[in-house]
Protein backbone atom coordinates (compact mmCIF):
# COMPACT_ATOMS: atom_id res chain seq x y z
CA UNK A 1 0.00 0.00 0.00
CA UNK A 2 1.19 3.35 -0.43
CA UNK A 3 0.73 4.32 3.29
CA UNK A 4 3.21 1.84 3.76
CA UNK A 5 5.72 3.13 1.39
CA UNK A 6 5.51 6.40 2.67
CA UNK A 7 6.19 5.14 6.38
CA UNK A 8 9.49 3.54 5.31
CA UNK A 9 10.83 6.16 3.45
CA UNK A 10 10.88 8.33 7.02
CA UNK A 11 14.38 7.85 8.77
CA UNK A 12 15.78 9.42 11.86
CA UNK A 13 19.50 9.77 9.41
CA UNK A 14 18.85 10.11 6.05
CA UNK A 15 22.00 9.14 3.93
CA UNK A 16 22.74 6.03 6.48
CA UNK A 17 23.57 2.93 5.35
CA UNK A 18 21.63 0.96 8.45
CA UNK A 19 17.94 0.00 8.25
CA UNK A 20 15.69 2.01 9.56
CA UNK A 21 15.37 -0.94 12.07
CA UNK A 22 18.88 -0.45 13.03
CA UNK A 23 18.59 3.15 13.19
CA UNK A 24 15.87 2.97 15.39
CA UNK A 25 17.68 0.92 17.94
CA UNK A 26 20.55 3.13 18.16
CA UNK A 27 18.75 6.47 18.93
CA UNK A 28 16.56 4.49 21.49
CA UNK A 29 19.61 2.95 22.81
CA UNK A 30 21.02 6.74 23.07
CA UNK A 31 18.01 8.24 24.15
CA UNK A 32 16.86 5.42 26.82
CA UNK A 33 18.34 7.06 30.20
CA UNK A 34 16.04 10.17 29.46
CA UNK A 35 13.24 8.44 27.61
CA UNK A 36 10.22 8.08 30.61
CA UNK A 37 11.14 12.01 31.62
CA UNK A 38 10.64 13.51 28.07
CA UNK A 39 7.50 11.67 27.22
CA UNK A 40 5.73 12.69 30.23
CA UNK A 41 7.62 16.20 29.74
CA UNK A 42 6.80 16.70 26.28
CA UNK A 43 3.06 15.48 26.50
CA UNK A 44 2.53 17.61 29.76
CA UNK A 45 1.66 14.03 31.73
CA UNK A 46 -1.39 13.47 29.32
CA UNK A 47 0.60 10.10 27.46
CA UNK A 48 -0.67 8.47 31.05
CA UNK A 49 -4.18 9.37 30.42
CA UNK A 50 -4.00 8.27 26.72
CA UNK A 51 -2.66 5.19 27.81
CA UNK A 52 -5.18 4.56 30.45
CA UNK A 53 -8.03 4.84 27.75
CA UNK A 54 -6.07 2.56 25.65
CA UNK A 55 -5.48 -0.53 28.44
CA UNK A 56 -9.41 0.50 29.10
CA UNK A 57 -10.18 -1.10 25.81
CA UNK A 58 -9.08 -4.60 27.31
CA UNK A 59 -11.42 -4.63 30.57
CA UNK A 60 -13.50 -6.86 29.59
CA UNK A 61 -11.61 -8.73 27.97
CA UNK A 62 -9.71 -9.64 31.20
CA UNK A 63 -6.45 -11.34 29.38
CA UNK A 64 -4.32 -13.67 31.36
CA UNK A 65 -1.73 -13.29 28.86
CA UNK A 66 -0.20 -10.04 27.32
CA UNK A 67 2.45 -8.96 24.33
CA UNK A 68 3.04 -5.81 24.67
CA UNK A 69 5.17 -4.56 21.22
CA UNK A 70 8.07 -2.01 20.93
CA UNK A 71 7.54 -2.24 24.89
CA UNK A 72 10.40 -0.02 25.56
CA UNK A 73 11.14 0.89 29.21
CA UNK A 74 8.24 -0.80 30.00
CA UNK A 75 6.02 1.82 31.07
CA UNK A 76 2.85 0.39 29.26
CA UNK A 77 2.92 -3.13 30.34
CA UNK A 78 3.19 -1.80 34.23
CA UNK A 79 0.66 -0.14 33.63
CA UNK A 80 -1.18 -3.02 32.30
CA UNK A 81 -0.55 -5.19 35.02
CA UNK A 82 -1.80 -2.83 37.28
CA UNK A 83 -4.86 -1.98 35.59
CA UNK A 84 -6.09 -5.34 34.30
CA UNK A 85 -3.83 -8.05 36.51
CA UNK A 86 -2.85 -10.85 34.04
CA UNK A 87 -0.91 -13.91 35.13
CA UNK A 88 2.10 -12.59 32.43
CA UNK A 89 2.88 -9.98 29.99
CA UNK A 90 6.08 -10.31 27.70
CA UNK A 91 7.49 -6.98 26.67
CA UNK A 92 9.49 -6.92 23.23
CA UNK A 93 11.70 -4.40 21.81
CA UNK A 94 14.92 -4.03 19.38
CA UNK A 95 16.48 -1.49 22.01
CA UNK A 96 18.74 -3.26 24.34
CA UNK A 97 19.60 -0.10 26.21
CA UNK A 98 15.45 0.68 26.86
CA UNK A 99 14.98 -2.95 27.99
CA UNK A 100 17.67 -2.28 30.51
CA UNK A 101 15.97 0.50 31.85
CA UNK A 102 12.70 -0.73 31.93
CA UNK A 103 14.50 -4.41 33.99
CA UNK A 104 15.93 -2.30 36.18
CA UNK A 105 12.29 -0.45 36.90
CA UNK A 106 10.57 -3.76 37.17
CA UNK A 107 12.61 -5.05 39.93
CA UNK A 108 12.37 -1.88 41.84
CA UNK A 109 8.17 -2.73 41.80
CA UNK A 110 8.76 -6.36 42.56
CA UNK A 111 7.45 -7.23 39.20
CA UNK A 112 9.96 -9.54 38.06
CA UNK A 113 7.70 -12.64 38.59
CA UNK A 114 4.65 -11.17 36.09
CA UNK A 115 6.50 -9.15 33.56
CA UNK A 116 9.44 -10.31 31.26
CA UNK A 117 11.13 -8.21 28.93
CA UNK A 118 13.07 -9.73 26.17
CA UNK A 119 14.90 -8.55 23.00
CA UNK A 120 12.60 -9.11 20.27
CA UNK A 121 11.21 -7.96 16.46
CA UNK A 122 8.27 -7.04 15.79
CA UNK A 123 8.22 -8.92 12.16
CA UNK A 124 10.00 -12.13 13.50
CA UNK A 125 7.91 -12.62 17.00
CA UNK A 126 9.62 -15.39 18.29
CA UNK A 127 6.29 -17.11 19.79
CA UNK A 128 4.08 -20.09 18.46
CA UNK A 129 0.55 -19.38 16.55
CA UNK A 130 -2.13 -18.35 18.88
CA UNK A 131 0.13 -17.82 22.04
CA UNK A 132 -1.57 -14.31 23.76
CA UNK A 133 -5.15 -13.40 24.60
CA UNK A 134 -4.04 -9.66 24.04
CA UNK A 135 -1.43 -7.73 22.64
CA UNK A 136 -0.44 -3.84 22.98
CA UNK A 137 2.08 -1.29 21.21
CA UNK A 138 2.29 1.74 22.58
CA UNK A 139 3.90 4.66 20.02
CA UNK A 140 5.57 1.62 18.33
CA UNK A 141 3.80 0.65 15.25
CA UNK A 142 5.34 3.87 13.25
CA UNK A 143 8.83 2.95 13.91
CA UNK A 144 7.93 -0.38 12.26
CA UNK A 145 10.50 -1.10 8.99
CA UNK A 146 7.55 -2.90 7.22
CA UNK A 147 4.34 -1.88 8.94
CA UNK A 148 2.16 -5.07 7.25
CA UNK A 149 4.87 -7.61 8.18
CA UNK A 150 4.86 -6.46 11.73
CA UNK A 151 0.82 -6.42 12.31
CA UNK A 152 0.33 -9.51 10.54
CA UNK A 153 2.71 -11.62 13.17
CA UNK A 154 1.06 -9.68 16.03
CA UNK A 155 -2.56 -11.37 14.33
CA UNK A 156 -0.36 -14.77 13.81
CA UNK A 157 0.73 -15.04 17.70
CA UNK A 158 -2.75 -13.46 18.94
CA UNK A 159 -5.26 -16.38 20.27
CA UNK A 160 -9.23 -16.56 18.09
CA UNK A 161 -11.12 -13.46 19.95
CA UNK A 162 -8.07 -12.08 21.39
CA UNK A 163 -7.72 -8.28 20.56
CA UNK A 164 -5.20 -5.85 19.75
CA UNK A 165 -4.67 -2.42 20.99
CA UNK A 166 -2.28 0.36 19.27
CA UNK A 167 -1.89 3.61 20.99
CA UNK A 168 -0.34 6.14 19.00
CA UNK A 169 0.17 9.57 17.42
CA UNK A 170 -1.71 10.80 15.09
CA UNK A 171 -2.24 14.41 13.36
CA UNK A 172 -4.80 16.86 14.93
CA UNK A 173 -6.93 18.47 12.20
CA UNK A 174 -8.97 20.73 13.56
CA UNK A 175 -7.98 24.90 13.51
CA UNK A 176 -6.14 26.26 15.31
CA UNK A 177 -5.28 22.90 17.07
CA UNK A 178 -3.07 21.71 13.81
CA UNK A 179 -1.51 24.93 13.70
CA UNK A 180 -0.14 24.93 17.11
CA UNK A 181 0.78 21.15 17.41
CA UNK A 182 2.54 21.29 14.13
CA UNK A 183 4.79 24.61 15.47
CA UNK A 184 5.58 22.67 18.77
CA UNK A 185 5.98 19.30 16.89
CA UNK A 186 8.05 20.65 14.46
CA UNK A 187 10.40 23.26 16.58
CA UNK A 188 10.13 22.60 20.23
CA UNK A 189 9.98 18.86 20.47
CA UNK A 190 13.30 18.56 18.56
CA UNK A 191 14.57 21.53 20.40
CA UNK A 192 13.74 19.79 23.97
CA UNK A 193 15.21 16.35 22.73
CA UNK A 194 18.49 18.46 21.98
CA UNK A 195 19.04 20.36 25.36
CA UNK A 196 17.66 17.14 27.45
CA UNK A 197 18.45 13.92 25.77
CA UNK A 198 21.19 15.10 23.98
CA UNK A 199 19.62 14.01 20.65
CA UNK A 200 17.78 16.29 17.89
CA UNK A 201 17.71 13.41 15.18
CA UNK A 202 15.44 11.48 17.43
CA UNK A 203 13.29 14.11 18.30
CA UNK A 204 13.07 15.96 14.99
CA UNK A 205 12.18 12.35 13.06
CA UNK A 206 9.03 11.96 15.83
CA UNK A 207 7.10 14.51 13.93
CA UNK A 208 8.15 13.33 10.44
CA UNK A 209 7.53 10.06 11.21
CA UNK A 210 3.79 10.93 12.49
CA UNK A 211 3.19 12.96 9.33
CA UNK A 212 3.86 9.89 7.21
CA UNK A 213 2.14 7.42 9.29
CA UNK A 214 -1.21 5.98 7.89
CA UNK A 215 -4.33 7.13 9.97
CA UNK A 216 -8.08 6.77 10.64
CA UNK A 217 -9.50 4.72 7.57
CA UNK A 218 -6.27 4.45 6.26
CA UNK A 219 -4.83 2.08 9.05
CA UNK A 220 -8.57 0.49 9.92
CA UNK A 221 -7.62 -0.72 5.95
CA UNK A 222 -4.55 -2.12 6.57
CA UNK A 223 -5.64 -3.38 10.03
CA UNK A 224 -8.43 -5.22 7.96
CA UNK A 225 -6.89 -6.40 5.18
CA UNK A 226 -4.38 -8.12 7.41
CA UNK A 227 -7.34 -9.69 8.64
CA UNK A 228 -8.59 -8.35 11.44
CA UNK A 229 -11.99 -7.94 12.65
CA UNK A 230 -13.83 -5.64 14.12
CA UNK A 231 -11.17 -2.72 13.79
CA UNK A 232 -12.12 0.77 15.33
CA UNK A 233 -10.31 4.17 15.50
CA UNK A 234 -10.68 6.67 18.34
CA UNK A 235 -8.64 9.99 18.43
CA UNK A 236 -7.85 11.32 21.95
CA UNK A 237 -7.00 15.20 22.64
CA UNK A 238 -8.01 17.19 19.41
CA UNK A 239 -6.61 13.98 17.29
CA UNK A 240 -3.31 14.22 18.63
CA UNK A 241 -3.95 10.71 19.54
CA UNK A 242 -5.59 7.52 18.28
CA UNK A 243 -6.65 4.83 19.67
CA UNK A 244 -6.91 1.62 17.25
CA UNK A 245 -8.79 -1.64 18.55
CA UNK A 246 -8.83 -5.20 16.20
CA UNK A 247 -9.99 -8.36 16.66
CA UNK A 248 -8.42 -11.83 15.52
Request: charged residues 20%.
Amino acid sequence: MSENINVQKIVPFEGSKLSKKEQIATIFNDIAYRYDFLNHFMSLGIDIIWRKKALKQLRSLQPKYMLDVATGTGDFAIMAEKKLHPEKIVGIDISAGMLEHGRQKIEKLGLGHKITLELGDSETISFPDQTFDAITVAFGVRNFENLEKGLAEMRRVLKPGGKLVILEFSNPTVFPIKQLYNLYSSYLIPLFGKWIAKSQAAYSYLPESVKAFPQGEAMKTILTNIGFQAVTCKTLTFGICSIYCATR
